[in-house]
């Protein structure tokens, strides 16, 4: 019996080895199922932030706010910070970094690729409060704060900031920016004697772009910091379109000395309700108000002023010019006879 017992327990060894060595093992690492961010943002780009019916643009929005809402504060800010293959993981797995680039990846082939025509403006929206502006004979950045910012600097004649916070400037830009002898026109640039450093109003002309700068505050409280606001002429090759980019500004009206017609104003959301109608419709009439400073991605939520794109659209619809819109992350402008297209 005890013999039996002993072949069957053999047996059963046997046929088990036997099953194993005719398994194959399966090592394939699961993938994860493609990210269709970059699809929502082809979509949104075959939209327009000018289009007269936004129900397109909500719906995807709406998926983007998604996206957004997944990735935390902190999330974003080892991102930022981070080495670069920790960047292009995060980039693989979160789709509101997919997103933002993509549209980097937008912008720098824009810039590589098209040149305006005689009369016209490349106006580029990046993220937050950042723009590429680019004509005929020249191109510079206001407020560019992206992780990928220094790969700009072949392409601008100068990059203005309005202020120190650190979603509206960006070191390794500015770095390069020196380094290839490019202006950098700030108010905080520790370069003594530096010629684009201003705490007060200032003027300057970069190749055919004239600047007219004057200061204004960021808040009434004790974190205040001055904030430069950049009215730029662009040039006879343009038709003379005219920028004016106010950064963080509280639209304290008195501190604002605009001296032209504006074509285009780049104000921020505000977060005290609708003092960016301090300015718009009183100080001056701009042709088209482009708000800025939606979905900052550093900040936690909407009560620390990461602004929902609903919330953009919202107060988009309250200022005080009928012609102002939500440009996103990757879209272009045309400025072209007297008139964004």
């Known amino acids: ?179 290839a002898g490019k202006p950098v026109v700030t108010n905080y640039l520790e370069e003594p004697g530096y010629a684009y450093t201003s705490t007060t109003a200032a003027d300057y002309t970069i190749g055919n772009f004239v600047l007219h700068t004057f200061i204004t505050n960021h808040n009434n409280g004790s974190t205040n910091v001055p904030v430069t606001v950049f009215q730029i002429d662009c040039g006879e090759d343009t038709g003379h379109f005219v920028l004016l980019h106010s950064g963080d500004s509280n639209f304290t009206a008195d501190q604002f000395n605009v001296t032209e017609e504006i074509d285009v104003y780049i104000p921020r959301y505000a977060p005290n309700e609708l003092t960016e109608n301090n300015v718009i419709g009183k100080l001056f009439t701009p042709k088209y108000v482009l708000l800025s400073h939606i979905l900052e991605l550093s900040h936690t939520d909407p009560d620390s002023s990461r602004w929902t794109l609903e919330q953009g659209l919202a107060r988009a619809a309250q200022l005080d010019c009928e012609e102002t819109h939500m440009p996103f992350w990757g879209e272009k402008m045309v400025w072209k006879n007297g008139k964004l297209n």
């Open 1 to 179: 019996m005890k013999h039996t017992f002993k072949m069957l327990c053999a047996a059963a060894l046997l046929t088990g080895f036997a099953a194993c060595s005719n398994d194959d093992p399966d090592w394939t690492v699961p993938q994860q199922e493609p990210s269709r961010a970059p699809e929502t943002m082809e979509t949104l780009w075959r939209t327009s932030p000018l289009d007269a019916d936004l129900t397109t643009r909500r719906e995807l929005f709406a998926t983007i706010q998604g996206y957004a809402d997944a990735c935390s504060g902190a999330t974003f800010s080892s991102f930022l910070n981070g080495a670069d293959w920790l960047a292009s993981s995060l980039v693989k797995y979160e789709d509101i970094l997919a997103c933002y680039n993509a549209a980097f990846d937008r912008v720098l082939n824009g810039l590589r690729e098209e040149k305006p025509a005689a009369g016209e403006v490349h106006i580029w929206m990046l993220y937050n409060m950042g723009y590429v502006i680019q004509t005929p004979s020249g191109c510079f950045g206001v407020d560019i704060y992206h992780r990928r910012a220094a790969e700009l600097a072949p392409y601008l004649d100068f990059y203005a900031s309005t202020h120190v916070h650190q979603d509206h400037k960006s070191l390794p830009l500015i770095e390069a920016m020196l380094e």
